[in-house]
């Protein structure tokens, strides 16, 4: 079974045709949490959304509690909503218990699986290939490209009378680097800043738009580089506070570390980065190659340690920026 895009789920959605069960995977965590609602808000009439739509998290929620709320049928002429997230931290044995509980499908109820960004499966893995086998469709959520942001953004400035100049569009686009829910926060705060007086320019898109997820990792690169402890762990705990996952922030500090060691050693950057080029070639410059690779190293093991359970996401995350502002190994 081939990975269909969201386009189609929400074209199949929108006609009424709905699965048994979903895997939804990506590189999108917003996307992702916004399909779940959307197929919830569809599937489930009236008030049977606020009492018959559960989301379970893998990581909290035990096997036997799972298994309960599958095995406990909707009321008679009621639909059920059931998401189950990060389905990859069950074993797979107890994963294959959870899934045989879909069989036979219920025509009253839909269950969807999902797993975040940071821990998106390979397709080779043994986790993808079961859970792959076991439902009805699979729906992999990955950036927005340029176009899709600009047609998103124009139809949203549309509803509001308003527009943006060429220039400004392709630079909001490029910022944004695919992120639907930074396109949804940027634009909102561009259409409260303009008031619906002109067209969005440049200047409104420097003087408005900030505070996305390369900024943040960019500023905590440059503390990690002045060995600044202090700011590096308030910085850390201001994002943790505002709802970032911890496994997120590992996976673009890892991205991150990876863009300026190819910089600093002669290679470029991915297109949707390239507005940035000159600051994060400047950064680069900062960092010795053999420095950004022993980062690029320390983080993989903190994911490892992360994906495994050996360490909780927040203290791998910590460990992590002590380790790195640690001195390289000669």
């Not at 949804?184 to 303009?194: A, G, H, P, T, V």
Request: proline share 5%; hydrophobic share 40%.
């Amino acid at each position: 079974m081939a990975a269909i895009p969201p386009n189609q789920l929400a074209k199949d959605i929108t006609a009424g045709r709905f699965a048994a069960s979903y895997y939804f995977f990506g590189d999108e965590d917003y996307r992702i949490a916004e399909a779940e609602k959307f197929v919830a808000k569809q599937f489930l009439p009236g008030r049977q959304l606020t009492t018959n739509y559960t989301r379970l998290d893998g990581r909290k929620t035990a096997v036997a509690d799972v298994l309960a709320e599958l095995a406990a049928l909707p009321m008679l002429g009621e639909r059920q909503v059931i998401v189950i997230t990060s389905a990859q931290s069950y074993k797979p044995k107890d994963l294959e218990r959870i899934t045989k509980m879909l069989t036979p499908p219920d025509p009253n109820r839909v269950v969807v699986f999902s797993t975040p960004a940071a821990r998106k499966p390979k397709k080779n893995s043994a986790f993808y290939k079961n859970i792959l086998g076991a439902v009805d469709s699979v729906v992999e959520f990955g950036r927005l490209t340029p176009q899709e942001a600009a047609r998103s953004l124009n139809r949203m400035l549309k509803e509001h009378d308003m527009a943006i100049e060429p220039e400004a569009l392709t630079l909001f686009t490029e910022m944004i680097a695919g992120n639907r829910g930074a396109l949804e926060r940027e634009s909102d705060k561009l259409i409260e800043f303009k008031q619906r007086q002109g067209k969005i320019t440049l200047e409104d898109i420097n003087q408005v738009c900030s505070g996305f997820e390369v900024y943040d990792v960019f500023k905590l690169a440059d503390y990690v580089i002045d060995g600044d402890r202090r700011r590096v762990f308030k910085m850390l705990h201001k994002l943790m506070a505002a709802g970032d996952v911890s496994g997120t922030i590992l996976f673009a500090l890892g991205r991150h570390f990876i863009h300026l060691y190819l910089l600093r050693t002669g290679g470029q950057l991915p297109p949707y980065l390239r507005w940035l080029s000159r600051q994060l070639s400047s950064q680069a410059q900062r960092f010795s190659e053999e420095q950004l690779a022993h980062m690029i190293v320390e983080t993989a093991a903190a994911q490892s340690n992360m994906r495994h359970g050996r360490v909780k996401p927040e203290a791998a995350l910590e460990m992590l920026m002590v380790s790195v502002m640690e001195p390289s190994p000669a």
